[in-house]
């Protein structure tokens, strides 16, 4: 542990595991206020030039788009031979996937609730030339005040000027075609994801599916996408045409995250309340 990062915050109990490293609680040692660290064991990843590059990048690519009310806030940064520390907000109210988890099926008011912060969340960060490339429910946090916070930037790259990455990253299931085809891709890679999201709270399974993970990204390639009937009986025609624009195989048609905000099912939809998170 970096004395550091000792001397600024209290460190409590793990609250979470990853690949390379753990997050914990801590308190500020001044304020007291709570906030969660992120510590990674860097010599689990010395020999994975891939994971070493996202590891380098994380709390860069963090700092570049923080600010924005519905992205994780990246508050401190400790590093020394053994360990990075990245203190971050703190969460507690849990992920979506654990709201998906408890209620399968959102209706479309709920389902919309959490897509306008998402989508909020996903533009930010590409106006700021950041692409996430690992949307899914488990990085979708909610804090205390219920507020909707994008998290887990350890994928992320910068993309700049337009120019196109590579690399197979993502989890099964939300990742998009031309990223498990081997091919250079965009941001709008997120965009895919961010549906295949939409797709899961309004059905209650995926798209796409797979016993295997091989299976399920044979499944994404074909891009076969449907809407059983049983399952969106009572789902409108404007969510499914929103569905289509964004689980689109061919990215030159495929919405990006702006286009999705100014879709109709997102800016009304019917809704005359205001847009808040569901509980």
Same mark, same amino acid.
């Given at each position: 542990?970096?004395?550091? #990062?000792?001397?600024? @915050?209290?460190?409590? +109990? !793990?609250?979470?595991?990853?690949?390379?490293?753990?997050?914990?609680?801590?308190?500020?040692?001044?304020?007291?206020?709570?906030?969660?660290? *992120? /510590?990674? &064991?860097?010599?689990?990843?010395?020999?994975?030039?891939?994971?070493?590059?996202? =590891?380098?990048? !994380?709390? *860069?690519?963090?700092?570049?788009?923080?600010?924005?009310?519905?992205? #994780?806030?990246?508050?401190?940064?400790? +590093?020394?031979?053994?360990? #990075?520390?990245?203190?971050?907000?703190?969460?507690?109210?849990?992920?979506?996937? +654990?709201?998906? /988890?408890?209620?399968?099926? %959102?209706? +479309?008011? &709920?389902?919309?609730?959490?897509?306008?912060?998402?989508?909020?969340?996903?533009?930010?960060?590409?106006?700021?030339?950041?692409?996430?490339?690992?949307?899914?429910?488990?990085?979708? =946090?909610?804090?205390?005040?219920?507020?909707?916070?994008?998290?887990? %930037?350890?994928?992320?790259?910068?993309?700049?000027?337009?120019?196109?990455?590579?690399?197979?990253?993502?989890?099964? @299931? @939300?990742?998009?075609? !031309?990223?498990?085809?081997?091919?250079?891709?965009?941001?709008?890679?997120?965009?895919?994801?961010?549906?295949?999201?939409?797709?899961?709270?309004?059905?209650?399974?995926?798209?796409?599916?797979?016993? /295997?993970?091989?299976?399920?990204?044979?499944?994404?390639?074909?891009?076969? #996408?449907? %809407?059983?009937?049983?399952?969106?009986?009572?789902?409108?025609? &404007?969510?499914?045409?929103?569905?289509?624009?964004?689980?689109?195989?061919?990215?030159?048609?495929? %919405?990006?995250?702006?286009?999705? =905000?100014?879709?109709?099912?997102?800016?009304?939809?019917?809704?005359?309340?205001?847009?808040?998170?569901?509980?």
């Amino acid at each position: 542990m970096s004395g550091e #990062l000792e001397r600024d @915050y209290r460190v409590g +109990e !793990e609250i979470g595991r990853g690949r390379y490293g753990v997050v914990s609680k801590c308190h500020s040692a001044v304020t007291g206020q709570c906030f969660a660290v *992120k /510590t990674i &064991e860097k010599s689990l990843v010395q020999n994975d030039a891939v994971d070493r590059l996202c =590891l380098d990048n !994380e709390a *860069k690519l963090m700092q570049l788009v923080s600010g924005h009310p519905n992205v #994780l806030g990246i508050v401190d940064v400790y +590093e020394d031979d053994e360990f #990075l520390h990245v203190v971050l907000e703190y969460c507690g109210s849990g992920d979506l996937l +654990e709201r998906i /988890t408890a209620r399968p099926v %959102f209706g +479309e008011s &709920e389902a919309r609730r959490v897509m306008v912060p998402l989508m909020e969340a996903i533009a930010h960060c590409h106006h700021r030339g950041v692409a996430h490339r690992d949307i899914k429910s488990d990085n979708i =946090l909610f804090n205390n005040y219920n507020e909707l916070k994008l998290a887990d %930037f350890g994928s992320a790259e910068y993309f700049g000027n337009g120019q196109l990455m590579s690399g197979i990253v993502g989890t099964p @299931y @939300y990742v998009a075609p !031309e990223v498990v085809s081997g091919r250079d891709y965009n941001e709008k890679v997120d965009v895919w994801s961010a549906g295949v999201v939409l797709y899961i709270m309004l059905a209650g399974i995926p798209p796409f599916y797979g016993e /295997t993970a091989k299976e399920i990204f044979e499944a994404v390639v074909r891009a076969n #996408l449907r %809407f059983p009937r049983g399952v969106f009986s009572l789902v409108s025609s &404007e969510a499914k045409d929103l569905l289509r624009r964004m689980i689109c195989k061919d990215v030159s048609r495929r %919405f990006s995250a702006k286009q999705v =905000l100014m879709h109709p099912w997102m800016i009304n939809g019917g809704d005359s309340e205001p847009v808040t998170i569901l509980a």
